[in-house]
């Protein structure tokens, strides 16, 4: 059984999208916990920038990609990554978490803090997973510790190996060199030209989706050359 999830944890893989997150902060911590979970990527929909409170340092090891829409990060993640898509949500069809109902590769999709996932978020997803609450006090979690359970749980399933302690701690990795600091996605001058292009030929999708989005795109390629 060991050696078998062993095998598992080596083939697949987790990753973690952020879209309409109303507390930009929240990024940073979702990092730290996705850092701890062994998330291998944390895709950034909408808003390129996003602040690194909460993270102690925890971006440096996580590779951050961002896409314009959701129709884009959706191609993104079912075309080159392979995963199913699970949205963390309360639905009529959504599975307890703690039932693992995992099967390969699988990107997260966490809802907004106060109103959930919306229409167009639970329209990319392949199933849904909520998590159990056994208290009567509050009706949702915060959406960094919802994160965490689900991750958590996910690591269990695909039987990542445990990392290495020392004294109370856990031994942090060495920095990955040439990480960006920035606090905003950091991709290529060619990445980001090509981005722009496929935002004029998906228009009216993403207008839709990010509202005044025109101010944040004629500013990319400054924040690009910012850092």
Sequence with gaps: MAAAEAERGAAVESVVVVHNVAKRHNVGTLARSATAFGVAEVVVVGRRDFSAFGSHGSTSHLRFRHFASLALTRAYLKDERGCDICGVEITP?????????????????????????????????DFFVYIPQYGGGTASLNVTVAASIVLHHFGVWAGF???????????????????????????????????????????????EENGSSHHQESNVLGLMLSD
């Design 93 to 125: 069809d959504a599975l307890p978490v703690t039932a693992h109902p995992f099967r390969r590769s699988t990107a997260f999709l966490f809802g907004n803090e106060g109103t959930g996932l919306s229409q167009k978020e639970c329209e990319i997803c």
């Design 161 to 207: 190996p445990e990392r290495v302690r020392e004294g109370n701690k856990f031994i942090v990795a060495d920095k990955p060199k040439g990480q960006s600091r920035g606090l905003y996605c950091t991709d290529s001058i060619e990445e980001v030209i090509e981005e722009r292009k496929m935002r004029r030929e998906n228009a009216c999708d993403i207008f």
